[in-house]
């Protein structure tokens, strides 16, 4: 399986990844790969392709932004959830590549947007190739269609992210070939792509076995139920369907029903490397199974100034450079005795003497996202073993509560067991219901819902389209903490890539760009 896999990166690295030539030559979401595969391990090798697209144990490609060439760990590397976190009231910037997104001046020639979809793209072809080449291979054939099921569930994944970033895509469901001209399509209505994906998904819930390939962030038919409920609640967001939404539960119910995930005690532990891949995990994005490339959590949100003021110069983050921070207005937000601000965002740092370094007045920002720092396993706060946590536990009680109340227009008792269980342990009540919520109407519980999510998942690119999916007024909500930003309407999609349309006269832009 070793040399399969490598064999398969080394290859994809070559036709997919690379030189500037190719990407002046082809458009980005048609790129190309012409192996063919013929056994077990080189099977296994196609589907290890697509988590190392999408930055799990990444190779640390290197390819071009539209502003110069820039190391990229994956798709979810950096620009995914910076982007959907800027574009929103939690997060500010202090980098040039990302002040499109967090002033809502976003051309359509952005680097990073050019990044994402290329990104994207890059990782659906080799789910395709994966899905296209697997069934001729002559192997088992419950561990055949498992491999196929899993290339699935990451195409059904990342298409339905496409759509909540750009909405109409284009789908193509076999490898892109670049010198085929009827690969010059244009996008597919954005209910078609969904349809396709939730396809992909009963795929992978049918096929993906418990007892092959399992661990380290790799799909299984539970994991699959929760993120089929995620693309549930982008597909509702477009329909309004009541369907739609009771699909979101159903999915989710899937998952809740089991009892084989939970909550951890404490809502910090999510984010201790020593406890990663725990009860609460759903799916991580792997970091720390190679020494190739890292996650950049600590490099792109701690500041440089705990270190150049600590006792004797040698304290807190190496190569931090707290490219994004909080906003004042999310560290505001959090209720008194809720446990999640301090370990979500930090205003001061304590060094081993006692004393106590303030950032209000004496760095760039009065307040530095912490969450992603263990401070125990990485004092020195450099790249990181840290996940990226795509989904956990408490986004699938979540999306059940909110899912029923869209369901019911209101909520029901097992909504309110499900965002109070989430409450209960950000606030340690330990079942005494002192922060439980109450007596709310449908539009009350909505608000509540999109306030949860805030707190619990901040930072973990889910503001953007809980804002877009659930704010009254979207732009305004922004505008009220952000108000130098230019939020509009159009905001609610990504613009297309003006890269891609010159090369692709087909495709056409989002409204407003």
Known sequence: MKNGFINTVFCLSLSLASCSGFLDEVPLSNVTDKNYYTTESDAEGAVNAIYEAVGIGSVGFWYGTGNGNTPYGGLFSNDYWLAQELMSDNAIHDDWRYAGFDTFSLPETDGQVKTLWFNFFRAINTANIAIDKIPAINMDPDKRNHL??????????????????????????????????????????????????????????????????????????????????????????????????????DYAYEIIKTGKYDLYPDYGDNFVISKEHGIESILSINY?????????????????????????????????????????????????????????????????????????????????????????????????????????????????????????????????????KVRDRAFKDNGSGAHDLKDLDYTGFRKAILDERRWELALEGSRWFDLVRLSTDFAQTIKRVKPSAYPEEKHKLFPIPQYERLLNKKITQNDGY
């Open 288 to 420: 720390g199974i190679n020494d190739t490339w890292k996650s950049q959590f600590n490099v792109s949100l701690l500041p440089s100034e705990i270190r150049k003021n600590s006792p004797g110069g040698s304290e807190g983050p190496d190569n931090a450079n707290s490219w994004v921070a909080p906003t004042k207005d999310l560290y505001m937000s959090f209720a008194e005795g809720d446990l999640r601000r301090d370990i979500t965002i930090m205003k001061d740092f304590t060094y081993s003497d006692g004393s106590v370094y303030v950032f209000e007045g004496n760095a760039k920002y009065p307040y530095y996202y912490t969450k992603y720092w263990d401070r125990v396993a990485e004092p020195d706060g450099k790249n990181s073993d840290q996940n990226y946590p795509f989904m956990r536990y408490s986004e699938v009680l979540l999306i059940y509560a909110e899912a029923l109340n869209e369901v019911h227009q209101g909520p029901t008792t097992e909504a309110y067991q499900a965002i109070n």
């Open 148 to 249: 196929v099921g899993e290339a699935c569930f990451w195409r059904g994944l990342l298409y339905a992210e496409m759509v909540k970033l750009w909405g109409d895509v284009p789908l193509r469901q076999l490898p892109s070939e670049s010198v085929d001209p009827l690969f010059n399509v244009e996008r597919t209505d954005q209910l078609t792509v969904l349809n396709a994906c939730f396809e992909d998904f009963e795929f992978a819930i049918d096929n993906l076995l418990d007892n092959y390939r399992t661990g380290y962030g790799r799909a299984n038919s539970l994991i699959a139920n929760a993120v089929a409920a995620k693309a549930s609640l982008i597909k509702a967001t477009r329909t309004h369907a009541a369907e739609d939404y009771q699909a979101a539960a």
